[in-house]
């Protein structure tokens, strides 16, 4: 198509509410626009790059038998009862009534409704295993939408929900979406997502694992060894610590420590080290207010993921008050009020001459060893893994921390929906059972910008051809020269009618510099020149949007040479894809 | 595809629920399932043909120059208080506020967001004129849905925008479009469709058209000329209304008609036509309750649209008090309150000797002439045209009524939405000016259905080849012989590897009556026999759906035959097309 028919506008400023590249290019480059808050419309550019990855993931989907379906975006309330999550989940899930007081929710996934979709139909062992799909939109009423389409509230995701008659089909079938999930990523040109093992969250179920793009301006942490193939997100990291033995050991002191209520004030007015102190983080159960407090070493963080899955329930930051059984400031692990529920971290186990609250306002110990002082204590993995960990795989102090953004993930749910929905089928033994089932997610639009963020330079984005919203870009400069004109429309009829998708540029009156400003923001694989000055030597310029490639190519060439290169960047990408094989 | 794996249950009983055919075999054949109140979901046979009513839809839209992009479904309710149509549409648009109480509404139709997205890009006359059309969802909270896919409340729906520096421009487009839509119901295989003028209602704007599949269930009336093109909907046929002169002339009289409260109960007892009579009907403005007062003759209907149209504003059916200016079923036009509004229609025009009531509890005149009795009375057009009406095309007394099913609708929106959302462009000559939009939507699911409700027999839709869920259905019967099943595997396999779309039923154990059934249901155009007593004359026998065709095949001949035979349905729909063109 001619670029200026192309609908949305660029320009070069940017936009001052763009904190990372991809959201700034794509804003700038006339991907999308903001429509509300977390909310966007996308221009032609993007629903080009969008509909090419859904062809990618529908025909990845196919070819492990999924089934394509369509479930609605507005459910009723009814199917979320069933399940336990219209109560369990919370505001990102949208409720509300419709003209008749009926209460529906705006679908943020559908496990609910896959379920309802299949529950007569799979009544049998015969009919499993099966997959469903969707491409759909969904809306998750996010606190915090940003990033432009990295975090929105309202966007287009495929999901896909498999059943089994065991465990061990659901692990078969997981290993085949794996594989099918790492070619839909090379498919799409990034081929470097890794896969992390990570909590299953509000999903239910057991075992899932997120695919992750490297980038520093991902929002999630990623923990992986340097030495062997481990990762996982940060939330589901284990932490292996061991602290070294210090040979003294002292006694229990009570001391007076005054004005000193964090950990940092009391260890620097103690002048003992924070590795050697002991930590309070207090919250309290959202169902009684029950106090739970984790204590952890001075220096780690509290990992809240790992402490709910131990705690079993939902829990908040403590509002502790003076009636309290808690002496905030100076709560520690010795003589602590029985009332609380009291979770002592891994990174405190073996650690001598602890620094710790004394339970008692204005008061902390010294010298205490929690093996020696308190009842067999139990040491429980609580904490945020920390760069020189060690690994729980290969047991090296090789642990590093990256960001990276979540472009899909995987979960093994097991029976979570299907018993709370009562969606059975009866064996081979005449027996009712519950399917298990796995549910398997890749965000559209958050894939494409965080293509966009992976590859991209100063000037704009460098789109893999795959999924590029063009595969050629001509430039026609001096529009308004009969004979390069000439040269400049033939080639792109050329290579349209050869079924090439080209964006072709020959406006008059914009300077060559503006054009290519143009062409870097769209981001079109392969960019051929046409001008006077290259006719002059009876060429035309081709170079790609990576700058590998920089030729002058003789004009009667330049179709064959156009042709070649498309499909040699095709099959640098479908290389990586036949090697994962 | 395997028959035995694709999801979904087909079943042989008619659903209470369901009044029309479509509906009830599309739930018998497992094309959806009812989620909630006019929500569906769809199994894999109605994606795989609503997928295919997508791809004819957008590249008929390319065709004309249209862009695809993305809106939202959830918008900002601040859009439709641009507009104005926040408070103006009724309770079919949702409206809800998220987390933050921030308002919002579900799209139920684009116009606003349309806008938006372009405001900025348009801002020059150079950009004009374009057209910009997405294939999403949508929600409107109908207070009734009925008859499946055709009302619901949840829908996939292709809407198209144009824009325009001059309504005959605009016009010029609108041509365009006009013919698209032609060709994509010629494409979808269903010729049959046909285009009537319609009112715009609340889309604002001037010229509309609907594009009616005209079936008994159909919801909307269509007035059609049996002698020439015209056809409207009801909503917008115009009663191009001539009473026959009659020659005695009365006097008016006033005449005690007790406990006669209707035009039937009056004419009956005063033994007079209803066609000379003069019914009332009441209503009142929304705003300020003021009366507004429809006369129209005893025998026709008030068509609420045209009346809202003349009034200007939102009217409701009246509820009359006995402290009211007027006599509840004694109204008529003579020396009627001053304070009503008073509209009389032209099938009122020219007629002599009327029966109309007093304003006076238990009288009617008789005698009444509203040209001799009334000063300047002025005759519009407010009453529903009736069969044998004038045509207002031809003159000719031919009208008729038909129903229809709405698949498609285009509209001239004028300024409407660019002035009241403040989006302008700069002409030639530096000045501001308002651009002019067409919108252009079809219902996707609703044509799918649309589809089905006028292809079927008693056992099940007959689909168009373009798009049918499957090219080629193979019976395999008697999947346990095994000579049997290697002809039916191998033409399988040959079918799929030309690219044919074949589904493939080689169950055991299902009877040839059932396997029938279900081919009946699923509505393939080429059906497939394999089984040992054709074979025994070697051959299999080839039907299509419509039972146009059925013939004994040798089997080294099937492959080719059946190609044939699928170009040869294409070809049928494909000449129609270009018929048309």
Same mark, same amino acid.
Not at 1 to 6: A, Q, R
Not at 210 to 225: A, H, K, Q, R
Not at 406 to 423: D, H, P, R
Not at 500 to 527: H, K, Q
């Given at each position: 198509?001619?670029?200026?028919?192309?609908?949305?506008?660029?320009?070069?400023?940017?936009?001052?509410?763009?904190?990372?590249d991809s959201h700034a290019l794509m804003i700038?480059?006339?991907?999308?626009?903001?429509?509300?808050?977390?909310?966007?419309?996308?221009?032609?550019?993007?629903?080009?790059?969008? $509909?090419?990855?859904?062809?990618?993931?529908?025909?990845?989907?196919?070819?492990?038998?999924?089934?394509?379906?369509?479930?609605?975006?507005?459910?009723? $309330?009814?199917?979320?009862?069933?399940?336990?999550?219209?109560?369990?989940?919370?505001?990102?899930?949208?409720?509300?009534?419709?003209?008749?007081?009926?209460?529906?929710?705006?679908?943020?996934?559908?496990?609910?409704?896959?379920?309802?979709?299949?529950?007569?139909? $799979?009544?049998s062992y015969t009919k499993y295993p099966f997959m469903i799909y969707q491409i759909q939109r969904k809306f998750r009423d996010?606190?915090?939408?940003?990033?432009?389409?990295?975090?929105?509230?309202?966007?287009?995701?495929?999901?896909?929900?498999?059943?089994?008659?065991?465990?061990?089909?659901?692990?078969?079938?997981?290993?085949?979406?794996?594989?099918?999930?790492?070619r839909i990523f090379q498919r799409a040109g990034i081929p470097e997502v890794v896969t992390v093992a990570s909590d299953s969250g509000m999903m239910g179920g057991n075992?899932?694992?997120?695919?992750?793009?490297?980038?520093?301006?991902?929002?999630?942490?990623?923990?992986?060894?340097?030495?062997?193939?481990?990762?996982?997100?940060?939330?589901?990291?284990?932490?292996?610590?061991?602290?070294?033995?210090?040979?003294?050991?002292?006694?229990?002191?009570?001391?007076?420590?005054?004005?000193?209520?964090?950990?940092?004030?009391?260890?620097?007015?103690?002048?003992?080290?924070?590795?050697?102190?002991?930590?309070?983080?207090?919250y309290q159960k959202n169902f009684d207010d029950t106090f739970v407090v984790a204590f952890v070493r001075g220096d780690y963080e509290v990992n809240e993921t790992k402490l709910r899955n131990l705690v079993g329930e939902e829990i908040h930051t403590a509002e502790i008050t003076e009636d309290d059984c808690l002496a905030a400031g100076y709560i520690g692990p010795y003589q602590i009020a029985k009332e609380a529920e009291v979770y002592l971290d891994v990174s405190l186990k073996g650690l001598n001459n602890v620094v710790a609250g004394a339970n008692k306002e204005g008061y902390h110990y010294t010298g205490l060893n929690l093996e020696r002082d308190l009842e067999n204590p139990e040491f429980v993995d609580i904490s945020k893994v920390q760069e020189g960990n060690v690994c729980p795989c290969c047991g090296k102090k090789t642990i590093t921390i990256k960001?990276?953004?979540?472009?899909?993930?995987?979960?093994?749910?097991?029976?979570?929906?299907?018993?709370?929905?009562?969606?059975?089928?009866?064996?081979e033994n005449g027996r009712p059972q519950y399917p298990i089932m796995g549910c398997y997610g890749i965000g559209v639009g958050r894939m494409a910008a965080s293509i966009c963020e992976a590859h991209h330079d100063e000037y704009g984005p460098i789109w893999p051809i795959s999924i590029a919203p063009w595969e050629v870009h001509i430039c026609c400069l001096r529009a308004d020269d009969e004979e390069t004109k000439v040269v400049a429309d033939t080639l792109y009829k050329k290579l349209q009618d050869a079924?090439?998708?080209?964006?072709?540029?020959?406006?008059?009156?914009?300077?060559?510099?503006?054009?290519?400003?143009? $062409?870097?923001?769209?981001?079109?694989?392969?960019?051929?020149?046409?001008?006077?000055?290259n006719l002059k030597e009876n060429s035309v310029e081709i170079t790609t949007r990576d700058k590998s490639v920089k030729e002058m190519i003789a004009v009667d060439d330049a179709f064959d040479y156009i042709k070649d290169l498309k499909d040699k960047l095709y099959s640098r990408i479908n290389e990586k894809v036949e090697e994962s094989k």
């Open positions: 198509m001619k670029l200026d028919k192309l609908i949305g506008s660029r320009f070069k400023e940017r936009p001052a509410d763009c904190v990372i700038r480059g006339g991907y999308m626009k903001n429509v509300g808050n977390g909310i966007y419309s996308e221009f032609p550019v993007l629903k080009r790059i969008t $509909a090419k990855i859904e062809n990618i993931i529908r025909e990845e989907m196919d070819a492990i038998d999924g089934q394509e379906v369509l479930f609605p975006v507005v459910l009723p $309330a009814d199917l979320w009862d069933e399940s336990g999550r219209y109560e369990s989940v919370g505001s990102e899930l949208l409720r509300f009534t419709d003209r008749n007081k009926a209460r529906m929710v705006l679908a943020m996934t559908h496990e609910e409704a896959a379920v309802q979709l299949v529950r007569e139909y $799979a009544q996010e606190a915090r939408p940003r990033a432009g389409m990295i975090r929105v509230r309202e966007f287009t995701m495929k999901d896909a929900y498999s059943f089994h008659t065991s465990q061990e089909d659901l692990e078969n079938y997981y290993d085949k979406c794996y594989v099918a999930y790492n075992l899932s694992h997120e695919y992750m793009l490297l980038t520093p301006v991902g929002e999630d942490s990623i923990v992986l060894c340097t030495e062997c193939d481990y990762s996982a997100n940060m939330e589901a990291a284990e932490n292996k610590m061991v602290n070294e033995e210090t040979g003294t050991t002292q006694e229990l002191q009570c001391i007076e420590t005054p004005d000193c209520k964090t950990i940092e004030d009391v260890c620097a007015f103690l002048k003992s080290d924070v590795t050697s102190s002991c930590k309070a983080v207090v960001r990276g953004i979540e472009v899909g993930n995987i979960f093994q749910l097991g029976t979570k929906y299907t018993k709370s929905m009562n969606m059975t089928y009866t064996d079924g090439i998708e080209v964006i072709y540029d020959d406006r008059t009156g914009v300077r060559p510099g503006a054009m290519f400003s143009d $062409a870097d923001l769209l981001g079109v694989p392969v960019r051929v020149v046409v001008s006077p000055r």
